[in-house]
């Protein structure tokens, strides 16, 4: 049988699963069990990363398993001396049993499955996606607002870079009565493929340049960083990085039961006094990126289902 990759959340399109998956990881945040006994897996990150790494490796050793680690792999691996994606996959997936990874490249996630024989879980290709952080970020969505559907939900900031955004609009599709509000700068709009993806499957999207038209109707405010590595000039990042701030001000006008959101690390996008509102859930987000990754473990290393 082929090893279970991750590598987008476009082949996880799938009530079922993510049904089956968010059960389990309902179970596992009342209480860890040792269903990793004795399992390795190998954290290769080429980016910097806290949640992601972490959340992952405390997943394995929570559950009895092991981990190999490399956090600066294009420094601190043969990616320096030049090797190539491929060969330090073909060499990892011998000694692990699963490999997580994250690159800067788009594809290289999808590039490292190709030739591995244990699964593949991206944990970020360069502008690509990042299909395990829309897996927490969906697991919240619905613990927070105590539904599976209805809500209104607005992706707020670098559209155009943020992986965990084109991540989830892939899970988005799959429940009922979704209406998506894009609010972002012409210069770091959503791509037009992730555009295209929303309305073929008949989502109602609208599109703002302002906070403020969402902020009485959202249900979900998704609030992401403005992504510096990916800008070729300083000045083009510094002229957008603070283009929307979130503060008291504008979270006293949102309705009581919204919830904000932000994949994190958070930079001047949401002020800290709005981290006591109740409305903001991004550290419980975070929190919960450890229940569903030890929930995935568990599915890409030990169960038998396709
Ligand atoms: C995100 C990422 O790496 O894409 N971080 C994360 O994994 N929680 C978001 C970001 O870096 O802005």
């Not at 902020?215 to 000045?235: C, M, N, P």
Request: aromatic letters at 8%.
């Amino acid at each position: 049988m082929s090893p279970k990759h991750i590598i987008s959340s476009a082949e996880i399109a799938n009530r079922e699963f993510l049904n089956r998956l968010f059960t389990r990881a309902g179970e596992l945040e009342k209480k860890a069990e040792l269903t990793l006994t004795g399992k390795l897996a190998a954290t290769v990150f080429y980016e910097p990363s806290t949640r992601t790494r972490l959340s992952f490796e405390t997943a394995m050793q929570r559950m009895g398993g092991m981990i190999v680690t490399t956090e600066n792999a294009g420094q601190f691996s043969s990616a320096i001396k030049g090797e190539t994606i491929a060969d330090s996959t073909r060499i990892i997936s011998a000694y692990a049993d699963c490999i997580i990874m994250r690159h800067p490249q788009i594809g290289a996630a999808a590039q490292a499955a190709e030739v591995a024989t244990v699964p593949v879980i991206n944990a970020g290709d360069g502008a690509g996606e990042h299909p395990t952080q829309a897996l927490l970020d969906m697991y919240t969505i619905e613990k927070e607002l105590g539904r599976r559907g209805d809500f209104h939900i607005a992706l707020i900031g670098d559209l155009k870079f943020s992986r965990t955004v084109h991540s989830l609009l892939y899970l988005l599709v799959l429940y009922p009565g979704v209406k998506v509000s894009l609010v972002m700068p012409e210069k770091l709009a959503l791509p037009a493929s992730c555009l295209t993806f929303l309305k073929k499957h008949q989502v109602p999207v609208e599109v703002y340049t302002d906070l403020t038209s969402v902020l009485k109707t959202a249900d979900i405010f998704y609030l992401t960083r403005v992504q510096k590595e990916r800008f070729d000039s300083t000045e083009e990042y510094e002229a957008l990085k603070d283009v929307y701030i979130l503060t008291d001000a504008e979270v006293s006008q949102m309705k009581k039961e919204a919830r904000i959101m932000h994949p994190l690390p958070r930079i001047n996008e949401i002020a800290t006094s709005v981290d006591e509102n109740p409305r903001a859930a991004y550290f419980r987000q975070a929190a919960n990126g450890l229940y569903v990754r030890m929930a995935l473990l568990e599915y890409v290393m030990l169960s038998d289902e396709v």
